[in-house]
C-alpha cells in the first residue's frame, strides 16, 4: 500500500513570497502520479499541478511549480509570488495507474497555508 | 456541465439511523471513490468502483456500503450511524485515460 506523508500541518506567508510545501510518499510501484490539490474554505478541491512519474521534467503551471525527486520519494509544491487567495489547505496526493487497483489516490495529511497580506 | 453533484450538502443525523449520501456524475467516468475527510488524516478512501456493477473496500470501509447500478450514479450508505462517522464526505471519478480525478462538492456529515 502506497503513503504519503506531509510534515507540514500550517505554514504561513507574506504576500508576493515563496513558500514550498513539502511531500514524501511510499511505493514499490514504477509508473505513478502525483498531485497537489487546493482546498479553499469552500471546501471544493481543486487540481493544482500534476507529474506523470516517468517524466524526469518537473511540472509547471504558472505561478505553481514542483519539485519531483523520484529516487528520493519527494514532491513538493513550490508557490511564486504568493496571492491572498493562495490561503487554503494543500494535500499531496499519489495515484495508482491502474490496474486491478484501478487509479485510486492516497492523499497526505494535509498542510493549511495562510498567505498575509 | 455539473461534473460531480452530491446531495445533500450537509445533514445532522441522530445516532442508529440509516443514511445515503448521493453521488451521480455526467462525464461518463469509469471509476468513482468515496472519500471521507476528517482534520489531521487528509482524506480516507472509504469504497471504490471499477466499473458499473463492481466495487471494491477503500482503507475505512467498515460501517459503509456502496452500489453502483450504472456509470452515473455512486451512493454511499451508513446502515446505523455512530458517532465517529461524522465527516466530510467527498464523492470522486476519473476516466481510464485522463489522469485527474474529479470531485464533488462534499457532504458534511454529523452524527450526534
Known amino acids: 500500500a502506497q503513503t504519503v506523508t506531509q510534515s507540514q500541518p500550517e505554514m504561513s506567508v507574506q504576500e508576493a513570497e515563496t513558500v514550498t510545501l513539502s511531500c514524501t510518499y511510499d511505493?514499490?510501484?514504477?509508473?505513478?502520479?502525483l498531485f497537489w490539490y487546493k482546498q479553499p474554505p469552500s471546501r471544493q478541491m481543486i487540481l493544482v499541478i500534476r507529474?506523470?512519474?516517468?517524466?524526469?521534467q518537473n511540472a509547471t503551471e504558472n505561478r505553481f511549480s514542483v519539485n519531483f525527486q523520484k529516487a528520493a520519494k519527494s514532491f513538493s509544491l513550490k508557490i511564486s509570488d504568493s496571492q491572498l487567495g493562495d490561503t487554503a489547505m494543500y494535500f499531496c496526493?499519489?495515484?495508482?495507474?491502474?490496474?486491478?487497483?484501478?487509479?485510486?489516490?492516497?492523499f497526505g495529511q494535509g498542510t493549511i497555508l495562510t498567505v498575509h497580506p | 456541465i455539473a461534473g460531480i453533484t452530491q446531495a445533500p450538502t450537509s445533514q445532522i443525523l441522530a445516532a442508529g439511523r440509516r443514511m445515503t449520501l448521493r453521488c451521480t456524475q455526467d462525464?461518463?467516468?469509469?471509476?468513482m471513490y468515496w472519500y471521507r475527510q476528517d482534520l489531521g488524516l487528509g482524506l480516507r478512501l472509504i469504497h471504490y468502483?471499477?466499473?458499473?456493477?463492481?466495487?471494491g473496500k477503500g482503507e475505512v470501509p467498515d460501517g459503509y456500503s456502496v452500489s453502483r447500478a450504472n456509470t452515473d450514479d455512486f451512493p454511499l450508505t451508513l446502515a446505523s450511524a455512530v458517532p465517529s462517522q461524522t465527516s466530510v464526505y467527498f464523492c470522486?471519478?476519473?476516466?481510464?485515460?485522463?489522469?485527474?480525478?474529479?470531485f464533488g462538492q462534499g457532504t458534511r456529515l454529523t452524527v450526534v
Open positions: 511505493t514499490s510501484e514504477n509508473n505513478y502520479y
Open positions: 507529474q506523470e512519474a516517468y517524466k524526469q
Open positions: 468502483s471499477n466499473t458499473a456493477g463492481t466495487t
Open positions: 496526493a499519489f495515484g495508482e495507474p491502474g490496474g486491478t487497483s484501478y487509479g485510486k489516490l492516497t
Open positions: 470522486a471519478s476519473r476516466d481510464n485515460l485522463n489522469t485527474e480525478a474529479f
Open positions: 462525464m461518463r467516468h469509469n471509476a
